[in-house]
C-alpha cells in the first residue's frame, strides 16, 4: 500500500486545489452546493492527475533507473511491476470518472470535457511532448489553468480574464523555477536528468524566472486596480495585497537561486514555513474582504 500511495502520489494532490479558486472570488464559498461540486471536482481531478502519475513513471522507468533520486520511485525501483503501474492507472482514471458523474446534468459534461481533455493533454505531454523545452512547461502551467477552468464550470461562474491569465503566469514562474533545479543536476553530474534539460541553462533559467516573476506581478497590480474588480470588492484597498505577492515571489526565486531547492513546488509550499504564512496571509485577506467587510 506505501508503494501504491508513492506511485498515485496523493502529496500531489494539492495543486488541485486551484478548482476551489473561482468558487473562492466568486463568493461562494459558503454555499453548500457550490462547495459540493467543486469538492467533487476536485476528486475527480485528483484521481485522474494520479492515473497520470502512474503513466508518467512507467514511460520514464529507464531515465529514473539512472536517476539518484527517482530511482527509488516504486516502479524505477521494482517495488511495484509495470503492469500494476497499468492497473492502478486504469483504475483511478476510471474512479476520477465515477467521481465525476455524480455532479448534476447542467455542469457534468463542461467539467468532464475539460478533465478528459486534460488528461489526453498530459498523456501527450508524458509520451512526448515533455521534451520540447519551453513548451513543457507552458504545457504544465496550462495545466493549472484548466483546474480553474473545471473549478468555473463546476460552480457555474464564468472566469475574468485576469484570473487566467495570472494562474498561467504564475505556474509557468514556478514551472521556470523547478526547471533550474534539473540545469544545476545537469551541471554538477554531466548527465541531464530530462532529455530536454540540454536546451535549457542557468542563463537563460535565470532571466525566465526573472521576466515571469515581473510580468506576474504587474499583472496583479492592474487586476488591483481596475475599475471593474474595485467595484466588484467594493473597496479601493485591494492593491495592498500586492505586497503578499511581492513577498511570495521573492522567497520562491530565493529557495530556487540561494537554497537551490526549487525541485517540488509542493513541498515548499507545505514545509517552507515563510511561504505558508504569506499565502494564508493573502487568502485571510481575501476572505476578509469578500465574506466580513
Known amino acids: 500500500m506505501k508503494d501504491i500511495l508513492r506511485l498515485t502520489r496523493p502529496k500531489q494532490w494539492i495543486k488541485n486545489f486551484f478548482v476551489f ?80 458523474l455524480l ?44 483546474r480553474i477552468l473545471a473549478g468555473g464550470f463546476a460552480c457555474e461562474l464564468a472566469l475574468s480574464n485576469w484570473i487566467v491569465i495570472m494562474t498561467f503566469l504564475l505556474t509557468l514562474f514556478m514551472s521556470f523555477a523547478k526547471r533550474r533545479d534539473d540545469v544545476l543536476r545537469m551541471n554538477e553530474t554531466g548527465e541531464a536528468p530530462r532529455k530536454n534539460t540540454v ?27 481596475s475599475p471593474d474588480v474595485v467595484e466588484r470588492f467594493e473597496t479601493p484597498y485591494l492593491y495592498l495585497t500586492f505586497v503578499f505577492v511581492l513577498l511570495g515571489l521573492l522567497r520562491y526565486i530565493q529557495i530556487a537561486v540561494v537554497d537551490k531547492k526549487s525541485g517540488d513546488p509542493t513541498k515548499i509550499i507545505l514545509r517552507d514555513y515563510f511561504s505558508r504564512v504569506i499565502v494564508v496571509a493573502w487568502i485571510l485577506t481575501f476572505l476578509v474582504m469578500i465574506y466580513v467587510i
Not at 42 to 68: E, G, K, Q, T
Not at 209 to 216: E, F, G, K, L
Open 199 to 225: 536546451r535549457y541553462n542557468l542563463t537563460f533559467i535565470n532571466q525566465a524566472i526573472t521576466i515571469t516573476a515581473s510580468v506576474t506581478l504587474v499583472c496583479y497590480i492592474m487586476y488591483c486596480v
Open 103 to 146: 455532479l448534476p446534468p447542467e455542469v457534468k459534461s463542461e467539467v468532464m470535457a475539460v478533465v478528459v481533455f486534460y488528461y489526453v493533454l498530459n498523456l501527450s505531454y508524458c509520451s512526448k511532448l515533455k521534451q520540447y523545452a519551453i513548451l513543457d512547461v507552458c504545457i504544465v502551467a496550462f495545466g493549472f489553468v484548466l
Open 21 to 100: 479558486i473561482p468558487m473562492f472570488f466568486g463568493g461562494e464559498l459558503f454555499n453548500i452546493h457550490s462547495m459540493w461540486l467543486t469538492a467533487l471536482t476536485f476528486f475527480a481531478f485528483s484521481l485522474v492527475a494520479s492515473s497520470i502519475y502512474c503513466y508518467n513513471d512507467i514511460v520514464d522507468v529507464d531515465a529514473d533507473r539512472n536517476h539518484p533520486v527517482k530511482c527509488h520511485r516504486p516502479i524505477a525501483s521494482g517495488a511495484l511491476s509495470i503492469r500494476m503501474g497499468y492497473t492502478l492507472m486504469a483504475v483511478t482514471f476510471m474512479l476520477g470518472v465515477g467521481v465525476m
